[in-house]
């Protein structure tokens, strides 16, 4: 009966559970083990009022079809300045099937991301596009997937390279295979020859003002999203991210200091069933993880190497049953006697199954404000605040 009642209290009163203590740990465990993957993801919630900002911000909105390019304006965290096709036109992807890499068709999605303009791109149906090569986007893009069923699959997928204002929402993007050795155009008036890409779901090269929200990503050939060679102001929003084992890269390589100026918000994702490692892995920057849930691992959760500052807030982490996998972190390629100086801060996460995160670095107060984003809620509001993760099933005319 208490376990029946804490389950009620957290699905129809966020609010009370707001301003209540933090659960007994061995009640949240239950309620993980028997909903997360089961019933919660299913339920529908009506986002308004649950305390995540982006949603908030639109999904009441029943008109959200007629105001799409409204979206632009709900963006948190150091992606928030990403606009992508905000101040453009309309442009409706009709032909899933006829991908050239060289010579894109009108109606294509490859045709409409290469343009100079900026471009809001949405879809007319349903529709699962197996892409040639790469997707090289062009800047000040949105590709916006609400109102349909859009998957990217079963070929290469988005590459977001030295461009900037990038939106990607609502998108399933799963089954990405390797490219490369072909020609592929990037803009109307240039192509150029591809060497073999690491087949990402989504790869950020030298990208900044970018934002990834609401996709659903799975089965790749290397990262689901990889961000590196200098690329910034990144937002990773509602994400859910399932089967895959090097979920994120952030950082290009140990020796590669460019990316000491990387800021990425990694917020509100579900960080789900058949995950491994990386969720993310850093390097150099600022990296701000808050009010994530993280309900499967195999091997750690947040890693990282050449002395990146971590500011993790308000996440629940469930650790796996496997006595040697409790760590949520893991410090790589350093000895003791370096990574102890690494900035790396835990603040109001709920540890959960023998979970724990070893901090390191504390007092280092001013690089832990360059990583904080956003304000972190309660990590007893990350079930109501994640629920939603991942591509939504938005109907026209309805709350999405």
């Not at 009620?8 to 949240?28: G, K, M, R, W």
């Not at 990607?168 to 050795?181: A, E, M, P, S, Y």
């Not at 796996?320 to 949520?328: Q, T």
Request: aromatic share 8%; glycine share 10%; charged share 20%.
């Amino acid at each position: 009966m208490a376990v029946l009642l804490f389950l009620l209290l957290c699905f129809l009163a966020p609010n009370f559970i707001a301003s209540s203590p933090v659960q007994d740990p061995e009640l949240v465990v239950q309620e993980v083990h028997k909903s997360i993957n089961a019933s919660r993801r299913n339920l529908g919630f009506l986002s308004c009022g649950t305390g995540n900002p982006i949603d908030d911000c639109w999904r009441c909105d029943s008109n959200w079809e007629k105001n799409r390019q409204r979206l632009a304006d709900c963006a948190i965290g150091f992606g928030k300045h990403a606009i992508g096709g905000r101040d453009g036109k309309i442009y409706v992807v009709t032909d899933p099937s006829n991908d050239d890499p060289v010579n894109p068709k009108p109606g294509t999605l490859r045709h409409a991301v290469i343009q100079t303009e900026p471009l809001w791109i949405i879809f007319d149906r349903d529709m699962v596009i197996k892409l040639k090569e790469e997707l090289i986007m062009n800047s000040f893009k949105t590709i916006d997937g609400r109102g349909a069923s859009v998957h990217i699959a079963g070929g290469p997928c988005i590459t977001i390279q030295y461009v900037t204002n990038i939106i990607i929402h609502g998108l399933n993007i799963h089954d990405c295979k390797q490219g490369g050795n072909a020609y592929v155009r990037d803009s109307p008036e240039h192509f150029g020859w591809r060497t073999i890409s690491d087949g990402d779901g989504v790869s950020i090269f030298g990208g900044s003002h970018v934002w990834v929200d609401h996709c659903s990503l799975s089965n790749c050939n290397d990262g689901l999203i990889d961000a590196i060679h200098g690329s910034t102001a990144i937002t990773l929003s509602n994400n859910f991210m399932t089967h895959h084992d090097k979920v994120m890269l952030l950082g290009h390589s140990d020796s590669f200091t460019q990316d000491k100026n990387m800021q990425v918000t990694i917020a509100f994702n579900h960080f789900g069933e058949g995950l491994v490692q990386r969720m993310p892995r850093c390097r150099h920057g600022y990296f701000h993880v808050v009010n994530n849930d993280y309900t499967h691992w195999e091997m750690y959760a947040i890693g990282g190497s050449a002395s990146p500052t971590i500011n993790s807030q308000g996440n629940r982490f469930l650790a796996p049953n496997d006595m040697f996998n409790k760590e949520v972190t893991k410090h790589e390629d350093a000895p003791e006697s370096q990574w102890k100086n690494w900035n790396w801060r835990s603040e109001g996460d709920l540890m959960l199954n023998g979970a724990f995160f070893t901090a390191t670095g504390a007092g280092a107060s001013s690089s832990y404000a360059k990583a904080s984003s956003l304000g972190a809620r309660p990590s007893s509001l990350v079930s109501s605040i994640t629920s939603g993760a991942g591509a939504l099933g938005c109907k026209k005319g309805k709350h999405c």
